[in-house]
């Protein structure tokens, strides 16, 4: 299990920050159909290298095509 340390209010904003940047558009949602909220414009890529974005500290991971 993943767990966190916040060290006051200014790193429990950063990772609340974090999680909803992942939540909106990085996070399929299944009462959407396993899309997207509000999808990056990388979303959708058939060609390019398959890359991977790490939020607080690898507990949050997002793959997503490099443009080519």
């Known amino acids: 299990m993943n767990q966190m340390i916040f060290f006051g209010e200014k790193s429990l904003r950063r990772a ?4 909803l940047e992942y939540y909106h558009h990085e996070r399929n949602h299944q009462g959407l159909d396993n899309r997207l909220i509000q999808p990056l414009t990388e979303v959708g890529a058939l060609d390019g290298h398959v890359a991977c974005r790490e ?3 690898g507990v949050l991971r997002y793959y ?4 080519a």
Do not use: K, V
């Not at 997503?64 to 443009?67: C, H, Q, V």
């Open 64 to 67: 997503y095509r490099n443009a």
């Open 16 to 19: 609340i920050c974090e999680f």
């Open 55 to 57: 939020r607080l500290g």
